[in-house]
């Protein structure tokens, strides 16, 4: 039976596969990011997720893979990419800063530590931090 969470990666693939990259090694897969165009505002894209298996660390496949991302939706004449992390994971937020994100600051917010806090932004209890980069 699947689960909601391994169906919604059959999703992206199946929907937004021209948004949607994998990384492969061997002919296995080590890495992927998950995106796609707001239907809501076509200049807009929206990183659901980016992933590098633990091993593959550290060898910019994640970069790769989201200036592969970038690169597409550019073309597509997109201004805006937004996604959203955990206030505790460190390491996406180091890596999205220094990729030229910027954290959202607005009256929703409360800075924790170095980053910008939406409170329950996913429900109570749910913190996440509002990244966002804007394209030329």
Same mark, same amino acid.
């Given at each position: 039976?699947?689960?909601?969470?391994?169906?919604? =990666?059959?999703?992206?693939?199946?929907? /937004?596969?021209?948004?949607?990259?994998?990384?492969?090694?061997?002919?296995?897969?080590? #890495? /992927?990011?998950?995106?796609?165009?707001?239907? $809501? *505002?076509?200049?807009?894209? =929206? &990183?659901?997720?980016?992933?590098?298996?633990?091993?593959?660390?550290?060898?910019?496949?994640?970069?790769? !893979?989201? %200036?592969? /991302?970038?690169? *597409?939706?550019?073309?597509?004449? +997109?201004?805006?990419?937004? !996604? &959203?992390?955990?206030?505790?994971? @460190?390491?996406?937020?180091? /890596?999205?800063?220094?990729?030229?994100?910027?954290?959202?600051?607005?009256?929703?917010? @409360?800075? +924790?530590? $170095?980053? *910008?806090?939406?409170?329950?932004? *996913? #429900?109570?209890?749910? $913190?996440?931090?509002?990244?966002? %980069?804007?394209? @030329?």
């Amino acid at each position: 039976m699947a689960t909601e969470r391994n169906s919604i =990666y059959h999703l992206f693939t199946k929907f /937004f596969s021209n948004t949607s990259f994998v990384a492969e090694e061997d002919h296995r897969m080590i #890495g /992927f990011l998950l995106g796609f165009i707001s239907q $809501d *505002n076509p200049k807009e894209a =929206y &990183i659901h997720l980016l992933c590098v298996h633990p091993r593959f660390r550290g060898y910019g496949i994640a970069s790769k !893979l989201l %200036k592969e /991302f970038i690169e *597409n939706v550019k073309r597509k004449n +997109i201004r805006r990419i937004s !996604l &959203i992390t955990k206030p505790i994971n @460190k390491r996406a937020i180091s /890596f999205y800063k220094k990729h030229g994100f910027k954290d959202y600051k607005g009256p929703e917010t @409360k800075k +924790i530590g $170095d980053v *910008n806090v939406f409170k329950g932004y *996913n #429900g109570e209890g749910e $913190d996440m931090v509002l990244f966002e %980069k804007f394209v @030329k």
